[in-house]
C-alpha cells in the first residue's frame, strides 16, 4: 500500500517560517521525483517545488523563489520543503506528490495558514 503522509503544516504570521515533511512508503522512494503543490480556496492546485529522484536538480514556481526550499533524504524516505518570509498569499492546502514515468501519487494534504 502506497502512503504519502504529510506533516508540519499549521498557522503561522506573516514574515514566518514552517517546515513541511512527507513520509513515502510503499514505493522505492529514490526512483520517484518528488514535488509539492498547493491549492487555495477557488483555485486551481499548482505546482510549487520539485525535486529529482537523486535529488541533484530542483525547481520553484517563481512566487516561491528565494524563500521556500526542497530537500529529500532517500534513506530516510522523505521530502522536505522549509518555507521562509510566509506571504498571506502562501495560504493553503499543500500536498506531497511521487512521480515516475508511469505512476503518480498524492498525499492528504496538510493546511498552511499564513495570518496575524
Known amino acids: 500500500q502506497v502512503q504519502l503522509v504529510e506533516s508540519g503544516g499549521g498557522l503561522v504570521q506573516p514574515g514566518g517560517s514552517l517546515r513541511l515533511s512527507c513520509v513515502v512508503s510503499?514505493?522505492?522512494?529514490?526512483?520517484?521525483?518528488m514535488s509539492w503543490y498547493r491549492q487555495a480556496p477557488g483555485k486551481e492546485r499548482e505546482l510549487v517545488a520539485g525535486?529529482?529522484?537523486?535529488?541533484?536538480?530542483?525547481n520553484y514556481a517563481d512566487s516561491v523563489k528565494g524563500r521556500f526550499t526542497i530537500s529529500r533524504d532517500n534513506a530516510k524516505n522523505t521530502v522536505s520543503l522549509q518555507m521562509n518570509s510566509l506571504k498571506p498569499e502562501d495560504t493553503a492546502m499543500y500536498y506531497c506528490?511521487?512521480?515516475?514515468?508511469?505512476?503518480?501519487?498524492w498525499g492528504q494534504g496538510t493546511q498552511v495558514t499564513v495570518s496575524s
Open positions: 525535486i529529482t529522484s537523486a535529488g541533484g536538480t530542483s
Open positions: 506528490n511521487a512521480k515516475n514515468e508511469f505512476l503518480a501519487y
Open positions: 510503499g514505493v522505492p522512494f529514490r526512483r520517484y521525483a
